[in-house]
């Protein structure tokens, strides 16, 4: 599903924030990115959605190179794709309803149709109920539950979460990553950056450590 | 102005005191026959007279102490537009002011060509300021797009994030670029419309004989357009602009 081939990545010289990093993800699968700060944990992953491109290296998701997509059509690429950032980046002008809307008035889904989804999507992260509140009413744990009903509202293969719960308690940390195990389980293949060695130890199965922008070892538990 | 001013500018013809109802008839013909005369219109000496009171009331008493009247019969020739600094006019006046009957020719070309030389020049500054001006709006309206790009930032980033295309990002702030245009265009046509009206009230007095020359005239219909339809273009390409630099980003 996701294929990663001597990836290498470098903002400025001589340091290399990524170096010769390659791994495979099948799909389905639940992989954790861990290592400590700067190793290299969000670079890869914004390689993975091309926010960035690699210095050298081939990335294949699904079956199509990355680097060969067009500019202009890139967001063929991201419409596969829910990204939870660790800042939620929630339009706080936005009602929680439009916030998770928006998602799919891009891809012109008919607006009947918008408001069966949405709601369907905040139920399962069980906001359903504060649907018409401004993002700003809400906890940082709720608000990182409207982030990831954003992120699966449109049923993407691929989830892609950068530190999503670095802003939280243990408590709403586990709860935030039961809300993956979930959306794993319905059958997206998902990929987490954390630092938090809790977390892993508990949900961990399949594990990438990198260290100053190396892949030190991969776990698969 | 100087269009306006070359325009009315009649050529007179001034007419021998005696002259003959034949002569007139065949001056008259000559003038209506010719492919450069607009209109042609007769003064007779007492016609003058009356106009000279009408124009200068107070040599009133001067025109009553005269014995006989020293105004001779005219006629004021308009020209066809564009004619009246060309040599085929000259000619004609020459042909004309040797027919029997016609006296002298009042007609001050030199005069008349530094006019149109203004007028070009007036044109030549006009188009420079209304090229300035376009520019000046156009980079107003691409800043205003951009300062509201940047403060939207956030939301542009998650749409794009989402998978949204380059479009869909776009056709809001070229919608709020054309609106702007429109309305800009809009506004400068009522202020427009406010200033002839107050500017003749306010510099009429200062106008002296300018004032009967200077006529403030509104646009016509399809100039008015073609301004909102401008800023409407200069709108949409003044966000194109700014959201090119921002979405290659």
Request: charged residues 20%.
């Amino acid at each position: 599903m996701i294929e990663l081939y001597h990836v290498w990545k470098q903002y400025q010289k001589p340091h290399w924030a990524l170096s010769d990093v390659s791994f495979h993800v099948e799909r389905g699968d639940f992989w954790f990115i861990t290592g400590p700060s700067g190793s290299g944990k969000t670079t890869l992953l914004k390689i993975m959605f091309r926010e960035i491109l690699p210095t050298q290296g081939q990335i294949i998701i699904d079956r199509r190179n990355i680097l060969k997509i067009s500019d202009h059509r890139i967001y063929q690429l991201r419409r596969k794709m829910g990204i939870v950032f660790q800042d939620f980046r929630l339009l706080f002008h936005k009602k929680v309803f439009d916030n998770v809307a928006i998602v799919l008035e891009i891809l012109g889904v008919p607006r009947k149709e918008i408001r069966r989804r949405v709601f369907a999507a905040l139920r399962m992260v069980n906001l359903h109920n504060k649907m018409w509140e401004y993002p700003s009413h809400l906890s940082y744990g709720e608000q990182q539950r409207v982030a990831i009903a954003r992120a699966v509202v449109n049923q993407p293969t691929i989830i892609l979460a950068d530190e999503p719960t670095g802003n939280l308690d243990t408590e709403l940390a586990f709860e935030i990553m039961s809300l993956f195990r979930e959306i794993n389980k319905r059958g997206a293949t998902v990929i987490i950056c954390t630092h938090d060695r809790e977390l892993i130890r508990h949900f961990g199965q399949k594990i990438l450590f990198l260290y100053k922008g190396k892949l030190l070892r991969k776990e698969a538990l | 102005m100087a269009d306006q001013v070359s325009q009315n500018m009649a050529v007179v013809f001034f007419l021998e005191k005696d002259v003959s109802e034949d002569q007139l008839r065949s001056i008259e013909e000559k003038l209506a026959g010719s492919s450069l005369v607009l209109q042609a219109n007769f003064i007779s000496s007492r016609d003058a007279v009356t106009k000279f009171t009408e124009r200068f009331p107070e040599l009133q008493g001067i025109v009553d102490n005269l014995r006989s009247n020293p105004f001779p019969p005219s006629f004021e020739a308009t020209l066809k537009e564009n004619l009246l600094s060309s040599d085929i006019t000259a000619e004609v006046i020459a042909e004309m002011v040797i027919l029997p009957g016609v006296e002298d020719v009042q007609f001050n070309r030199d005069w008349i060509e530094r006019m149109q030389s203004l007028s070009r020049l007036a044109s030549a500054i006009g188009f420079f300021l209304g090229g300035i001006l376009i520019l000046a709006s156009f980079f107003i309206i691409s800043n205003v797009i951009k300062l509201n790009v940047f403060s939207r930032k956030d939301e542009i980033e998650i749409l794009r994030m989402s998978g949204a295309t380059n479009t869909f990002i776009r056709i809001p702030f070229l919608l709020e670029g054309v609106v702007l245009g429109f309305l800009g265009g809009l506004l400068s046509l009522l202020l427009l419309l406010v200033l002839i009206q107050i500017f003749p009230l306010y510099l009429g007095g200062s106008l002296g004989a300018l004032r009967d020359l200077i006529n403030f005239r509104y646009l016509t219909f399809p100039q008015s357009v073609n301004i909102v339809l401008g800023g409407a273009t200069i709108g949409f390409t003044g966000s194109l602009t700014s959201l090119a630099r921002f979405l290659k980003n």
